[in-house]
């Protein structure tokens, strides 16, 4: 029997969601460490440029695609393409690349999971430097069983929500969640900021410098921006199949774009002041958080406790987001096979966790065993972040643009926005047809070295 689809309680409902799906890790430990390994303010203009116009006008895209057809990432594409194959295989393309983002996003999201139990044991209590916290770093994330339990154990939570329904456990938990985190990053950025010696690294972070941008740098912020709006690979458009047609789409989009902004930017003043306070250098890579903010959090009265805290919500933060990345998974196997989401949950929780167990051991064990010299956790961030995301994201164009056609894109974005200024309307619709697509395929040809 067809379970009943369910739709959100609200606009504001789907909008926490939405954006508890794109503030994850993408936001609070990629954002800064592609910053600092990729030359500071030049690379956040860059990001800013990409999000705003290429991600914007494609959030919109992709959400209405799923508003419209009331369907998951492949069913929405067969119904609205009366079944062509090309399109179809776009969204199966969406659907595994969402697959392969969580396998080794959830490792991640398990490591912050560790980092909880590690501050309520006040591992870090006496840590003076970054040094002493990167060691420690090193030490656990190269230990299999340490990351694999905790891969297993953050899998585990997302199943559970999973489980428990769409509207209910994500819209509940997104409600709560969102506000506390914004409140706990705005303490720490004050922290930053004051601390002596904090002035270089907001130079760093607004100075920008130009000189060190590359062709693949553009490729990465470009490929960021699609990851952190949670981009190119059906999540916004399933969230989107569950929105009335009687909400403004537009707006909640920007709504989206600008909280996912915010966090990052925010993310990016509650890390750099504090690493040039304490005299260390940018480029650390991905263990930048977890090598600086353990430290930072000795420098506030009560850091015990809101170290606990932060890596509390930055685990919650995180499971927002694997909620949504299997969430296209599943609502794929509701719609079209019929089959119970109790099930396919565990099913496929249990998929994702085997495919992460690489990805989990390439920081010890496998660290030696790479594929083109990256590192399967490498090699699955590379191709799903920069070349799947940004690849969905030209198809979503098109198919707006020219297959399905904004002729009939355009009456549909309009329910529930009536009072949108014709002109923006009309803009959105030039930048899905032109720009957008243009602009993709430029930064991936330069970045191949064909442009
Ligand atoms: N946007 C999420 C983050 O920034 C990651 C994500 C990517 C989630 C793609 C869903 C789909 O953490």
Redesign the pocket.
Known sequence: MTEQREQWGSRLGFILAAAG???????IWKFPYLVGEYGGAAFILLYLVCVLVIGLPVVIAEILIGRTAQKNPIGSYRELSNGNPFWISVGVLGVAT?FI?LSY?NVIAGWSLGYVVESVTGRFHDFQNPGQAGELFGHLSSNPVWSISFHAGFMALTVAIIYTGVTRGIEKASKILMPLLLILMIILVCRGVTLEGAKRGMDYLLKADFSAITKQTVLIALGQAF????LG?G?LLTYGSYMSKKENLPKSAVSIVAVDTIIALLAGFMIFPALFAMGEHPDQGFPLIFNILPVVFNSIPGGYYFRIIFFVLLALAALT?TI??LEVIISYMIDEFELSRKKMAILFGTLVFLLGIPPALSFGVMSKVTIFGLTFFGLFDFLATNVFLPLGGICTAIFVGWFWGIKKALPQLREGAEDTAPLLLKTWAFVIRYIAPVLILIVFLSSLGIL
């Open positions: 799906s794109a503030v994850g890790l993408g936001n969402g983002i996003y990851f952190s709006l949670s690979m999540a987001s949504s990345l």
